[in-house]
Each structure stands twice: as C-alpha cells, then as structure tokens.
C-alpha cells in the first residue's frame, strides 16, 4: 500500500524590488514550468515576491498598494493546478502586514501574516509591518502543513505555536541576506526550532543583489532530527522537487541532493560577482568602467567585474602620473589581457601640473602633503566620469573596507563612482580573494599579490607610512566595527593601547567621507551603510 506524498517545488529566485508586474510574469512562468516539469501539489515562492526584498519606502506607496492588488487578481485569475504560496505585502487599511498567500485554482485558501519583525542590522520592518498573531495550517495530500516567514524561525514561539495547532510540517519563506558564514548559522538555528518540535522544516530562500545586500538562495529541507536532507546551490537560480511522505502520521522527506557549501572565499566572492553583475544589470547600464592602478584593490574588482559582466563590459582605465611605477603599468596591462577587458592608458601628468599651476599663487609658502596627493586622485576620478558621462558605462570604485574604515580615500577621487564591489571587504580578505580567484584561472599577476600595497601618490609611498600594517588593523577594526569594543577592552586582546585608541579616532572623524561614499556588497555582519548609522557631528571619545 503506497503512502500519501506530497511534492513541492521550491522556487529560488531572483526577484527584482519594485517590479510588481515583472515578478508577477515570473511566478506565473514558473508555477507553468513547474507543472510541465515536476507535476507538483505546491510552489513555494519566497518572501515578498510580488514587490521584491527589501521594499523599504516604496511600501507606502499608493501605487505599489494598487500593483500589488492587481497582481494577486492576476494570480488568482491565470494559475490552475498545484496550490502556490506567494509571498506579497497584504494592505489592511492603514495596515500592512509581511504575509504569504496560498493560492489555488482561482482562490485564496489560506492567508499568513508574518508573526517577528526583525528590527536590527539590515532590518526594519517595524517600521512597515504590523505584527501578526496566529498560525496558518492547511492540509493538503493528507498533510497538515504550517507556513511561517523568515524571522519565525529564528524564534521559538511561531513554531511552537504551529506544532500546537496541529502541523505536521514547516514550510519557511525568506528573504535572508548573505554575510559569511551564514548559511551554518541559518541552518543551526532551523535544527534548533526542530529539535523544540520535532517536525521537519522546508527552507526556500530568495536570490540576487539589491543595493547593498545579496541574497545567496541555499534553501534546503531539514527531516525531524536536523539532518539535511536537501540542500540547493548558493548563488544560483534554481527550481527543483521536494517530495514529503506521510507515514505513521509524521511527515517524512526524502532525501534529495545536498550541494555542498561554499568556502569563505568562493562564497565571498561570489556574493560579490552577484551584487555586481544585478546592480549593473537591473539598472541596465551597457557596462562599467574602472580605474586599473596595477594594485591589488583594483586588480580584485577588475577580475568580480569579468566575471560578473563579461569581459566586452569592463574598460579599465590605467592613469600614470609621475608617481607611477613600470611594475604597476606592466601588471595593470597583463592583468586586463589576462582577462580579455578593454585596457586604456590616459596619463594625469598635464592635468596635474595645470591644477598646480592654478594653485600656485594659493600655495606659495606651503609644503606639499596631502593635498597634491588628492589631486592626483582627483584628476583620476574626473577622467573616469567623464568616460562614464561619454559612454553610459557606470564607474566601479575600487576602496576596500579598511581604507574606507580610517578614510585612507580621497572624496570626489578614488571615492567617485556608482558602486564599490570591494567595499565590506577588509584588505587581508582582499588579498585572500585575490588568491582564491587565481585559483579558478589566471587573473591576477603574482606579484600584485607580493608587493608592499602603495597608493603612489609620492616618491617611494608605502600604506605603512600612513596606517598601521594591515596584520594589526584590520582584526581592531573588526573588533570595533563589528563588536562595538571600546580602545580599553580591544587594547586586552593584546593590541598597543596607543595604536588603538588612534584607529578608533580615525573611524570616528571619518563618518563624513562615508555618508559620500557610493554603495557596495555587503559580506560581513556590519558594513558601512544600512547597518552603520554613526554621527557625523560628534563629541563622543573613543575610550
């Protein structure tokens, strides 16, 4: 006697925020092709589809209010067959609630609203949503299945509560965003809510860039003793089967692939070939252009911006002053053939020299320092734009966490551009990356990797000459960006009590330069924007 089986099909897109009518088109091409292909009961969809995630203000849009209806009505109107769970805004008068609908065959047969707002880090949805307060349980093919949101499962009442009412099994909808190592933590805190209630846990997440965030996909299904029984692949659209049976009354999935995960540095990187290939893509620019110095920051973006575009997209722009070495000129070269970009060679030395000569007059009696060195960048960043101006191709800057950390970048300069891949990413991830990447092909010349990092602005300029060696400065400013630690509980880590209370002062007097600064991938658990909101005006101590 064969026993009752239900078959989902997991969905893992890429939505796209905002566009209600578009994302609609997809669910109903992908419930068409899930029919033909898998014959499913359900299509499950991730969380907030029809709008794209994270929404943010547009949700108070009258327009989108209107879209979204329309939407729902074409979903109800054109989808037959399996039952589909969609995830959309639901507006209740002057409510809006973050909440999944299960459609089927012209109706709505069941409607969940989502129960924990997540309000920190990157979230704010208590700011848009009000909170839901009951469970939602729909049997279907003899299963009495739950279905929760995101955040629900990373607290223990939703569950709970669903394992009360009567479910048999969880089916999870998310819009969870990548940093790294977060798919052990998704997965440790889901086998955590398994071993309250005993029930096995279906997992779909969404996938794509947006803005700063990249959601990496990774769902997966865990059976009711925290096994993972499934688990899809990270960074790749993806619709595939899950099969659960019901036998002696407990739901039992089947076992199914389970693709492995990634390594730090392929999931880094390929978060950051995401973010950059849909920021460009959704924005629909040609291409991008990128200031190619022969250092290792801008050989790392030039190598995410191939694989993310293609080469026929990448123009790499090599722009020698007087400062420049033959090492940095040679490298830039060999890297951009090695990657098959576009690779022009403008020198500043005019521009330079006329800006100085403007300034004689200003700077009679004065000592050059930083400012000649910003000019050169900012010749650079004026070269840059216009191409960027000239052609429609968007400039990618090329600052890595560490500089934009102390403000070692120069505003209107090497800060000028549209995106910044490399910006969550510290300098020793930088040249661990760069080592990663040259593992998969060629990219990067060795010895880009080998040299002393310098921004050549002055005869013989080393970064040491200006910050502490990255060995050092980069685990403090993890401690204190990440962990909020103050100069005396970093300085107990075994780090000089001087050299830290000097990195923090740094951070701190910086803010400025990154309020300008454009927006880049986040990778780690606190990044310079949406999860950053120091002052800029301050009296505040780093003590």
């Not at 009505?73 to 995830?87: D, H, N, W």
């Not at 029930?199 to 947006?210: A, C, E, F, K, R």
């Not at 960048?377 to 191409?387: Q, T």
Request: net charge negative.
């Amino acid at each position: 006697m064969s026993v009752p089986t239900l078959r989902l099909a997991l969905a893992q897109l890429n939505t796209f925020v905002g566009d209600v009518a578009g994302n609609t088109q997809r669910v109903i091409d992908t419930t068409l092709e899930a029919q033909q292909r898998l014959q499913p009961d359900i299509v499950l969809f991730p969380e907030l589809t029809l709008c794209g995630y994270p929404p943010e203000d547009l949700l108070f849009h009258t327009g989108l209010r209107r879209q979204v209806g329309t939407a729902l009505e074409r979903l109800r109107a054109e989808i037959r067959g399996p039952a589909v769970v969609v995830g959309y805004p639901e507006y209740d008068g002057k409510h809006i609630y973050n909440s999944a609908a299960l459609l089927r065959d012209g109706e709505t047969i069941a409607n969940y609203r989502k129960q924990e707002l997540p309000n920190y880090s990157v979230f704010d949805e208590k700011r848009y949503f009000q909170q839901g307060r009951e469970s939602c349980i729909v049997e279907i093919k003899g299963i009495r299945v739950a279905l929760l949101i995101c955040e629900d499962i990373w607290e223990p009442g939703p569950a709970n509560a669903a394992k009360a009412a009567g479910a048999q099994l969880i089916l999870v909808i998310n819009g969870s965003p990548y940093s790294l190592n977060y798919q052990s933590r998704r997965e440790s805190v889901v086998r955590e809510r398994v071993g309250e209630v005993r029930l096995p846990v279906v997992y779909l997440n969404m996938l794509g860039g947006q803005d700063e965030l990249v959601f990496d996909g990774g769902s997966f299904v865990m059976d009711e003793n925290g096994e993972v029984v499934h688990r899809a692949r990270h960074f790749e659209e993806s619709l595939f089967a899950v099969d659960v049976d019901l036998q002696d009354g407990k739901a039992v999935p089947r076992a199914g692939s389970i693709e492995p995960v990634l390594s730090e540095e392929a999931s880094v990187y390929n978060a950051l070939v995401l973010g950059v290939k849909d920021y460009v893509g959704k924005h629909k620019f040609p291409g991008i252009v990128l200031g190619l110095s022969g250092g290792i920051d801008s050989a790392l973006t030039l190598a995410i911006a191939v694989d993310a575009l293609g080469a026929d997209r990448v123009r790499a722009v090599m722009m020698p002053s007087r400062y420049t070495s033959r090492m940095s000129v040679e490298d830039a070269a060999a890297q951009a053939t090695a990657l098959g970009a576009q690779h022009d060679v403008i020198p500043i030395e005019g521009m330079f020299e006329a800006a100085l000569s403007a300034l004689k007059a200003v700077f009679a009696g004065r000592e050059p320092d930083a400012t000649e060195e910003n000019i050169q960048a900012r010749c650079r960043g004026l070269l840059l734009m216009a191409i960027s101006n000239k052609t429609g191709r968007m400039v990618l800057t090329t600052g890595n966490k560490s500089e934009m950390a102390v403000g070692y970048a120069t505003l209107y300069g090497d800060m000028a551009g549209g995106f910044a891949p490399i910006k969550d990413c510290s300098k020793l991830l930088v040249y661990r990356l760069a080592k990663y990447r040259n593992t998969i092909s060629p990219a990067i010349p060795e010895r880009v990797i080998e040299r002393p990092p310098s921004a050549e602005l002055r005869h013989d300029q080393k970064d040491s000459d200006s910050l502490p060696p990255y060995e050092v400065l980069d685990p403090i400013l993890e401690l204190f960006i990440e962990d909020d630690l103050s100069v005396d509980e970093i300085s107990a880590r075994g780090f000089d009590r001087a050299t830290v209370g000097r990195v923090l002062e740094m951070v701190k007097r910086n803010e400025y330069k990154r309020r300008q600064a454009p927006p880049g991938v986040r990778i780690s658990d606190r990044a310079f924007g949406r999860d950053w909101r120091y002052p800029i005006t301050s009296g505040y101590r780093t003590k």
